[in-house]
């Protein structure tokens, strides 16, 4: 047994296609990305190396650090509206039981199964000052005039408001399985003692869901980093740069623009955070688990 | 008294369930709704129309001219792909790294579990170049690796965790009888995952069916472009033309929409156990 778990030329051969995946899927294009931002690549033709003028250049860019920015909105958008609402209708429908509670869940995710490219050009139409659902409802409660849903001042709103409804039920069925798994007897202990369902609540669900909520949280901030589909589509980072992500902004660099190199050092920037910001949450989340 | 009480929890719990089901839903019943009516009924002031005359004809229109079979029929083949090389790739390293002994089996699984931190957008533009140097741009293979890639720390993340949950003692009968690594891990090990085969693959479709960003970066023709496409390419003679632009929004979710409601028990199942342990 000890000798066939352990021949060479097997265990290579299984993990060989997987580790080929990994170098020409993601290793090699991080590589690629290193070196051409110490370039001044246009995309076309000779690059010369310029040694670390791109991260120079990067660390003054005032658009990059409205990007992070807007990424910091956005989690927070997320930590604070999209996520408390979550937990407590998964709370809610937790309650329900029979047909109408697999019903409910299967309406809030709806949304989620559905192309950004359909979700991104809807909400286009649904913003649209002229014959836009959202102003039309607006009306329907009595406010006249119109709103310019993606203005300077308020597009990252907007922005916002579509990823909470698009990411509503994602969250949702997370924390809806962290409840299920929670066991009766507490819900007994608290019913005896006569707690309301608020307080049974606060006092019984939230903290024992805190595992599952350190994820979603992680979750949230991450995908506030990583945001691009949805807004490369809906305002494409505009009105000037007030809804620009860090991704759509290297994109436009590169392509737009013809800075490749550039584009390649706000990549690998970027990586870099992405790296941080994941391995310093889950750090920060586990020494709180041992303490 | 406390009976009372009790009822008029029922109710505000309906009321708030509700409330938040109308906001999921009405953008999409607001879409399907005018998709059937003519451009002019858009600039009614209601909140719905009931229209006129239910236009049938603009679902035509965007079948034929959002290219719809050609893009769907991409997206299937891709997906499927995409999907079976994950799992398989997926087990096959797995079970090297959790099973077997070898040296180096803890940083590779390691490694490999980490590309789940990269941001896929930072690689658009290396994997631009490197695709265009090997001749890759407008092939299938612009689309398959880096969705395979991207989707490989994941589905390897979940089967390590699956595999370890299988008792060893199978495996030490199975070499008692002479059965060989190989069949060990195909005829043993993968029929015993199914279940975590079936999240592997949900969690593979959910994150790549949907993706336009590196099939419009990578592709150039529409030979191999997909489902999205049939949004993204469709202006031009309908650009005013807004029921025939709202049809194609509505066709193009319909193929995720309707297989989601059907499966919806084992999707829902999936991505919970995916999303708890990822």
Redesign the interface.
Known sequence: ??K?????L??FS??L???L??V???L???C??VY?GFTDSTGMGEAHLIGLRNYMDLFHDRVFGRSLKNSLFLAIGFICIQHP?AI??AA??D??QGK?E?F????????N??????IA???K??YNP??G?LN??L??FGYQGQINWLSQENAIWSVLIVLI?HG???GM??Y???IKNIDPIFYEAASIDGAS?WTTFLRVTVPLMKP?IQ?NVT?AVISA??Q??TV??LTNGGPSNSTQFA?NY??QQ??KAFK?GY??AI??V??II??LA??GLNRIFREQQDV | MKKNNRNIAKVFMWIVLLIVAVIQLFPLIWLVDFSLGSSNEMFTNGLLIIPEKIRWDNYGKAFVDGNFLHYFRNSVLINTLAVVLVVIISIMAAFACQRMKWKMSGLVSTVLVMGMMIPIHATLLPNYKIYHMLHLTDTIWALLIPYAAFSLPQGMFLMTGFIQSIPMELEEAAVVDGCGIYRIVFQIITPLLRPSIATVAIMTFLNNWNEFMMASTYLSSPKWKTLPFSVLEFTGEYSSNYAVQFAVMALTAAPAVIVYIILNKHITKGVAMGAVKG
């Open positions: 047994m000890k066939l778990y352990s021949n060479k097997v265990i299984l993990v296609p997987g580790v995946v990994f020409f899927g993601v090699s294009p991080i690629l990305s051409y609402l407590l209708v809610v429908l309650k329900l109408a697999g409910f869940r299967c309406i809030y995710f709806i949304p199964v559905i192309s950004v490219a359909v050009y809807l909400w139409f649904i002229d014959f659902l039309h409802v009306q329907a409804w509503f039920g994602w069925l997370i809806y399985t962290g369902w599952v994820i979750m980093l990583k691009m589909e490369y589509l991704a290297l994109y590169a392509f490749y584009g390649n990549g690998v970027f990586v992405c790296v994941t391995v």
